[in-house]
Structure formats: structure tokens, C-alpha cells
């Protein structure tokens, strides 16, 4: 079943309704938000979308959990049974490139216990403007060059996605080169043969474009130094390097070499590494050695913050003609993280006349290892008039 809940934020609510153990009614809803939302923003009236007694809600100690951490994305009025923002949701934060950004939460109420599961679509805006690595790039061209020779340009990176993310390029109107984009690669094609006696420094201007609204823009200045001819441009050993590593591996450590040769001699076939576009926080994990070509670790890497990596390298001769390699690393989960338990509810002091059965308190166990190491068992000590009881995923009621 479909509802419309937000007319003007969009939002669409649907659910399923299931019984589980315990016969306590799991039901599922959807809304769908637009990322950077305001504090306070509401997205839609949970209780109603459930079927939920409004009424109750405050007795029954309503509250908005986050499967998997402990971020307070929005929270739940118990007198209307809005359900609004709590904090900034930023998509590219919360999800990087992932086409689809999902943010689970749990709706929890008590007495009895039920577990509403709530999916938040948070949306792409165009909220972020192309980036080109550096602001100039630097090449030396020999006059001997022919006409359509062809030399690869850095991309620029747009942390949106979709339309909202890199769509074009432009390059400043000039008497020597054009653009040419073909299968994601940028290149200056050389349009009318170079004179270094008539002109030695060329400079243009390189802009990227998305295709949002309204559209954002980043710009590279290129500075072209005519020299009096390297041939060759460096060639990786291959195009693509794999590696894998445990999270959390002991700094300097080497996780793969690249390497490239050019058959030139001298300067021309001098060959040295750099990364090409980056993201802050990869840079912040990963080093690359300009002569060697090693890439270390170089900060503290996390597989339950991030278990994968794209690192676009760079290999430059000595005047400037370049290529590209990717190198995907994975990181391998490390039982690094103990389980955390969570009292979420307990009724103190008891009668000494309760009946037997009572729940009298509700337990909530995380783990934020994956797979196995996230696997926990929960228990109390013997010879106590209490039993905990397994209820709805990895709650515990007392």
C-alpha cells in the first residue's frame, strides 16, 4: 500500500505488516527526504502512517532508534506522532556514491513491546560543485607534436551523483587545441601544429560542469610550455591493482606497488607517481612514494567506517606526458570492536507481588563487527528469580 505523507518534501510511505515471536507486530514504513533538510523539518506523521493510538504513545515510551549505531537522526513528538529531523543529513556523508542512500530506524514501544522498522530515503541534491585535484596543471609539449595528438587530462570529481554530478566539460576557445571526451577519458587533442618560436606559453582554462539546477561549475587553468620533442608516455604494468588488508594495520605499511616505464631516455623517461583524484579522507589513509610507487598505510583504517577504496594513480614523465591506473584496496574485518549493551528500559523498584512472566525491563545488545564477529550470545548470572528472553532482533526482554 502506498500513502503520500509530505506533499511538498514528496515523501512516499508504504508498508508491510508481519507478526513475529512474541506476538509482538512488526510493520514497515518509507519516507523519502531531500538531503541538508533543516532541524525540526517533518517528514511525516509515523503514528498515523502505522495505524498507532496516539494517545499511547508517551505511556508506552515511544522512541526513534538507528539500526547499527547510535545517531540520533530524527526523533518522534509523542503528542502528534510527527516524525522530524533531528540533525543535518548529508548524503554524500551518510552513503558516498551509493546510488541508493537508505537509513534505517526503529520505531520502539514498550508494554508491550513492539518494533516498528522505518526506511528514510535521503535524497541527492546538488549541494556540491566540480573538483579538479589542483588548480593548475603543468605540461611541456615539443613543437615536433603532430596534428590529433592526444593527451589525457585529469577528471574532475563531484561527490553528488546522477545528473547532479560531473556531465561536461568545456575548454576555453583557443588556436591549438580542442576537447575530446570519449569513454569517460578527457583529453586535449592537438588541432593545429605548435611554434615555439611563436608562441611558447599557451594557457586555458579547463571547466567541468554537472547538470543540476541551478548548474555548479569547477575550473582548472592548464599552462602549456612549447619545448624544442618526448614521444612517449609512461605505461603501467597494468591497468588495474588489487589488494586487500586487515583494518587497522600498523602504519607504513606497504599495501601495493605500482609501476610504469616509459622508453624514453633521460629526463624524458624519468617516471614518478602521484595520486590522482582523491578524496580528502583517502588521502588522510593512503600515501604514495613519487619514486617507488609504493602506497602505504598512513592513518587508521576502520572497516565499520569504510571497507573499500578507489585510488585513481598517476605516472608523469620528466616533461610531463602522463597516464592513469585504478587501484581497488579492501579491508578485511578484524573482531575489534567488543558488544555494548544498552539498557533501554527498567522498571525498579518491582512489587513483591508481581506475577511471574512480567517483563520488567528490555535489553538491547550492538556489535559493530560484521558477519561472525558480530554474532552475540546475552545471558545473567544464575540463581536470580529473572530469565531473559530472546525477542526481536537483538533485544532481550528482562
Known amino acids: 500500500m502506498e500513502h503520500s505523507g509530505f506533499s511538498k518534501l514528496g515523501l512516499v510511505t508504504r508498508f508491510v505488516i508481519c507478526l513475529l515471536v512474541l506476538q509482538s507486530v512488526c510493520a514497515e514504513v518509507s519516507y523519502s527526504i531531500p ?17 498507532l493510538d496516539i ?79 589542483r588548480e593548475l596543471i603543468k605540461m611541456e ?60 606559453h599557451i594557457e586555458l582554462s ?71 583524484h582523491v578524496s580528502v579522507t583517502d588521502e588522510k589513509l593512503f600515501s604514495i612514494d613519487s619514486k617507488t610507487g609504493e602506497i602505504r598505510v598512513v592513518g587508521t583504517t576502520d572497516y565499520e567506517k569504510k571497507n573499500s577504496f578507489e585510488l585513481r594513480v598517476m605516472a608523469k614523465d620528466g616533461l610531463g606526458l602522463s597516464s592513469y591506473a585504478n587501484v581497488f584496496i579492501d579491508l578485511s574485518d578484524v573482531n575489534d570492536n567488543a558488544p555494548v549493551i544498552f539498557l533501554k528500559s527498567l522498571t525498579n523498584p518491582i512489587p513483591e507481588n508481581v506475577s511471574p512472566g512480567t517483563e520488567v525491563g528490555i535489553i538491547n545488545v550492538q556489535d559493530r563487527d560484521s558477519e561472525n564477529n558480530r554474532q552475540v550470545r546475552c545471558s545473567i548470572q544464575q540463581n536470580v528469580p529473572f530469565k531473559l528472553v530472546p525477542s526481536i532482533k537483538n533485544y532481550y526482554s528482562l
Request: glycine share 6%; with cysteine; net charge negative.
Open 35 to 51: 538531503e541538508e533538510m533543516k532541524p525540526g523539518t517533518v517528514i511525516g506523521n509515523v503514528a498515523k502512517d502505522l495505524g
Open 55 to 133: 494517545a499511547t504513545l508517551s505511556s508506552r515510551k515511544a522512541r526513534i532508534d538507528s539500526e547499527g549505531s547510535n545517531e540520533r537522526y530524527c526523533v518522534i513528538s509523542l503528542k502528534s506522532g510527527d516524525l522530524s529531523v533531528a540533525e543535518r543529513l548529508d548524503r554524500e556523508s551518510l552513503c558516498g556514491t551509493k546510488p541508493s542512500c537508505i537509513l534505517v530506524l526503529e520505531l520502539i514501544l514498550e508494554n508491550p513491546l513492539e518494533l516498528h522498522r522505518i526506511n528514510l530515503h535521503v535524497q541527492d541534491i546538488n549541494d556540491n560543485s566540480p573538483q579538479f585535484r
Open 141 to 200: 609539449i615539443r613543437e615536433s607534436a603532430e596534428k590529433g595528438t592526444r593527451f589525457l587530462m585529469e577528471e574532475a570529481h563531484d561527490p553528488d551523483i546522477g545528473q547532479n554530478s560531473v556531465q561536461r566539460y568545456s575548454l576555453q576557445k583557443n588556436a591549438h587545441f580542442i576537447l575530446m571526451i570519449d569513454a569517460n577519458k578527457v583529453e586535449l587533442v592537438l588541432e593545429n601544429k605548435l611554434d615555439r618560436e611563436t608562441q611558447q
Open 206 to 276: 579547463l571547466t567541468a560542469l554537472d547538470g543540476g539546477s541551478p548548474q555548479r561549475s569547477g575550473t582548472v587553468m592548464i599552462h602549456v610550455t612549447v619545448l624544442d620533442a618526448n614521444d612517449n608516455a609512461p605505461v603501467f604494468s597494468q591497468a588495474i591493482y588489487k589488494a586487500s588488508l586487515p583494518e587497522n594495520s600498523p602504519l607504513d605499511t606497504v599495501v601495493v606497488k605500482v609501476s610504469a616505464v616509459d622508453a624514453d631516455e633521460g629526463v624524458n623517461g624519468d617516471v614518478t607517481y602521484d595520486f590522482g
